[in-house]
C-alpha cells in the first residue's frame, strides 16, 4: 500500500503523516523567534525540542500544567516542538487543547482549572448516565467504567469532544505538536516492554503503531476495517473515553481490581445514600415475549419476598409464557402457582429458583436482543444464592461463564479462559456486595434493577477477563501487515502507556521527528529515575540512539537533585527533571511528605494544595532556565556547518 491514504484506508510507512508535517513546518517560524529572543543564535537549522509529561494522575496532571505555565514565564514555551504526554498528563494535555490558543493564555487556563479541579463531588446521575449508556455498546470495556467513574470524578467535567477537533489547535504553530501515548495490552503481555510494537501514539491527524509503521486516520479509529479497508464507519471516541484509556493504570492488576471493585462499590453506595436510584427505575422497554416475562419474574420474587399477594403477577406471567417455546417454563409456573399459597417464604424460594432454572434455559436458546433479560435472571440468581447464605465464589463463576458466553456470541468481548483468572474471591464478594445495594434499591424503585443489570454482569466479565481499550483493529486481515502479527485479530486493547514506560520517549525517539533535545518532566510516583533507566534498556534493545545512563549519577533515588543532563555523541540530549527534589524540597523529609501528600490514587485536591503542586513543579522551571538555554545553545553550536 502507497503512504498516501484516505480516511477510509490505512497508512503503512515510518514517515510522518502529512498532518505533522504541516503543523510542525509552521510551527518552526514560533520556534525559531522564540530561541532568537532568548539568544540563540540559529537559522532553519534550530533543534527540535520535545517535552515530556510523564504518568502520574491527578498530580501528574497538575504538576505538568504548572511546568508549562513557567516555561511561558521564563519564554522557553515557544522553543518546544513537541508536547508528549502519559497517563495523567494527557488529561492536561487535552483539556488544553480545546483552546486553539492555549499556550497563549496558559495563566488564565490555570486559574480556571485550579478552580474547576478543587470543586466539590460530580453528579452521580451523571457517572450512571455515562456508563449505563456505554454498557449497551459492543465495545464495552473496564475503560468505559473507569471514564465514567474515576476520571470524570478527578476532573469534574466529561469531555464530548474529539481529538480530530485538536487539528485546529495544532496546525497554526501557536501551540506544541501533541502526541498522547497508550499501548497495546496483548501485544506488551506476549512480547513484553521493550518490543517497539507495543507503542500506540495519538495525534490529531493520525493514530497507530510507530514501531510498526501502521497509522490510521484519527477520525477513523474505531471504525470496522478489512483488508485495509473500512467497512463500517464508527464514530470517533470523545475526549472523555480516551482521557479514561491514556490514564488507566494506578497499580497492579490486583491492586486495580481491588481498587475498580471499590470504586463501583461506592457508587452504588452513594447513589442509595443520596436515594438518587429512583432516576434509573424505568419501566421494562422492550416489548418482546420474553423482556415481559423477565420482569414480571422479578417482580414476582419482589412481591413474594415482601410478603404480598402475587396472584395478579401469576395471572400476567402465565399469560406471556403461553406458546411453544415457553411451554416447559408455563407448565412450571403452573404448578408452582398452584401451591404457592400453601408454602412458607423458604417452600416457595426453592420453587422459584427451579422456575427460574427452566425459564433461563428457554432464554439462553431464545436469545435476547435488548441484552437485560439474561442480566436480571443471573442477577435473581446471585441474590437468591447469596441470601441463603451459600458460597459465593463457586456460584459467581457458574454466572460468569453463563454470561460470558452470551458475551462472545453477541459481541466482542475477549474471549480468554475465565478458568485463568487469579482473583475470583475478590471479584465474587465485591459484587455480591453491590448485587445487595442495587436489591435494596429495586425495592423502593422498581425498575431500578432493569436498568443496571446488563452493567453489573458486563462489568463482571470484563473484569474477569481484564478487557480495556476495547478497539475494531485497523490492521484486520491487511495482507500487506502480516508482519506486525495482529493482522487476524478483530481487536486490539489500548492501555495507559505507564504500564511500559511512564514517559512516552519511544513516541518522541521517532527518527522522523528528528528531536534533539529532550525536557523530561518526571511525576512518577516512587523511583524517578525508573522511566530514563527503562528507556535506556529500551533503546539499547532496539538500537536507538540514546545518551548513557550511569547509574551511579541515577542512585539516590530517595534525595534526587532538580536536574540531570544526559547526552552522548550522535544522541539526544535529555534533560530529566524529577518532580519532588532537593532544589524545590529542601528541608529534612520533606521529598517524602510532599510523595505521601499526593499519591497517585488520590481523586482530588484542596484549592491551597493544587497552589502548592503547581508551586514546586514551577521551580523546576525557574530554577533550571539557564541550563535549558545552555544545553539549546549547545545543540545548535554542534548543528552548525563546520
Known sequence: MSESRTDETIRLSQELSAG???????????????????????????????????????????????????????????AAMYLCGVSGSTWCMSTLYHEKDWAEKIEDLERRLRDQLSETSCDIIEEFNLVIQAAEDELFSLTDVWDAFFVYSVLKLHDWTKLSEQTDASKKGTNPYPIYAAIEYSKLSKEGKTNPGTWFEFTPHESGFPGLGAFV???????????????????????GYLQGLWGSAPGSMKENIRFLIDLIKEKFKRLRRERR?????????????????????????????AGKDCEEVF????????????????????????????????????AFAELIMVFK?????????????????????????GSAGKECEAVFRKLMEIQREEDIRNSYLRSCDMAL?????????????????????????????????KLLWKMAVCLCTWTWGSTHNFLYQS???????????????????????????????????????????????????ETIRSTSEYCQANQIPFPLVDPQVIKDKDKP?????????????????????TENCPEANEIQLFRSKFATINMSYAKKDIEELLTKAKKNVSNNQEKILKEINEIVSSLAPK
Open 421 to 453: 483468572f487469579p482473583y475470583w474471591k475478590i471479584v465474587a464478594e465485591g459484587f455480591w456486595e453491590i448485587a445487595k445495594f442495587i436489591w435494596e434499591c429495586e425495592r423502593e424503585a422498581a425498575g431500578f434493577a432493569w436498568s443496571v443489570a
Open 277 to 305: 436510584y429512583a432516576h434509573f427505575a424505568a419501566a421494562i422497554h422492550c416489548s418482546s415475549d420474553h423482556c415481559r416475562r423477565t420482569g414480571l419474574f422479578l417482580e414476582l420474587y419482589m412481591q413474594g419476598s
Open 561 to 581: 537533585s532538580g536536574c540531570y543532563i544526559f547526552k552522548g555523541k550522535d544522541t539526544p540530549t535529555v534533560m530529566h527533571f524529577p518532580l519532588f527534589n
Open 479 to 529: 495482507g500487506v501487515a502480516q508482519a506486525t502479527c495482529l493482522t487476524n485479530k478483530e481487536l486490539i486493547y489500548l492501555i495507559d502507556a505507564g504500564l511500559a514506560i511512564n514517559s512516552a520517549y519511544p513516541l518522541v525517539l521517532r527518527s522522523a521527528r528528528n528531536v534533539k533535545l529532550i525536557l523530561s518532566f518526571d511525576f512518577s510516583s516512587g523511583d524517578p529515575f
Open 20 to 78: 505533522e508535517k504541516e503543523a510542525t513546518g509552521t510551527r518552526k517560524g514560533k520556534v525559531l523567534k522564540c530561541l532568537q529572543s532568548q539568544g540563540v543564535a540559529c537559522d532553519e537549522t534550530m533543534p527540535n525540542i520535545a517535552v515530556l509529561g510523564s504518568g502520574g494522575g491527578l498530580r501528574a496532571m497538575i504538576a505538568l500544567l504548572g511546568t508549562l505555565v513557567e516555561m511561558k514565564k521564563q519564554r522557553l514555551l515557544d
Open 217 to 239: 486516520s484519527t477520525k477513523a479509529l474505531g471504525s470496522k476495517f478489512q483488508g485495509g479497508t473500512s467497512t463500517e464507519q464508527r464514530e470517533e471516541r470523545h475526549i
Open 361 to 385: 434455559t428457554e432464554l439462553q436458546a431464545i436469545h435476547c436482543c435488548c441484552g437485560h433479560c439474561l442480566g436480571i435472571i443471573l442477577f435473581l440468581e446471585l441474590h437468591m444464592q
Open 315 to 350: 395471572r400476567k406471567l402465565k399469560e406471556v409464557l403461553q406458546g411453544e417455546k415457553s411451554k416447559i417454563s408455563f407448565l412450571k409456573c403452573s404448578e408452582v402457582h398452584v401451591a404457592w399459597s400453601s408454602k412458607t417464604w423458604e417452600e416457595r424460594k426453592a
